[in-house]
């Protein structure tokens, strides 16, 4: 009965922790590729702070409030790109392994006219939605979490 109940005790250890190790493994997943890359907050503490309460309703109204506050717009429909342009590279100086990252988003989305085409046109969402693709896009490696 004693070598019965042991190896009892061993099975469901051995049992027990190979669910333990796979419960840590990383398996395939269908998250959005965007969930994958840990990209570090782009915005400034201030505009960010001042658009959240109460954090505006719809697609657009707070990244608008964000890049209005932030000096990016020149007016609703129009980037200010020297801004914008300069924010990225400025924030690039604290987060360096993602240069390659910021000049994509500088090239594809700063130096082009990019729609996202939401069912109403919003240019800020239009270039932040561009921003994260292209970061997304040269992801470095440390970032990547998928």
Request: aromatic fraction near 10%; include cysteine; glycine fraction near 4%.
């Amino acid at each position: 009965m004693r070598k019965f109940f042991w190896i009892i005790i061993v099975f469901v250890s051995g049992v027990k922790t190979d669910l333990l190790n796979q419960d840590r493994s990383k398996g395939a997943t269908l998250k959005p590729i965007s969930a994958c890359c840990d990209i570090p907050e782009l915005g400034d503490e201030k505009p960010l702070s001042e658009c959240s309460n109460p954090k505006l309703p719809g697609p657009c109204n707070d990244v608008h409030c964000v890049f209005e506050k932030s000096g990016f717009l020149v007016d609703k429909n129009t980037l200010n790109k020297d801004a914008y342009r300069q924010h990225l590279r400025k924030w690039v100086e604290n987060h360096k392994d993602w240069s390659d990252a910021i000049e994509r988003a500088i090239t594809d989305c700063v130096d082009k006219d990019l729609r996202q085409y939401l069912d109403y046109p919003c240019r800020a969402y239009d270039v932040f939605t561009c921003t994260g693709i292209a970061m997304l896009k040269k992801c470095p490696k440390d970032a990547w979490k998928c």
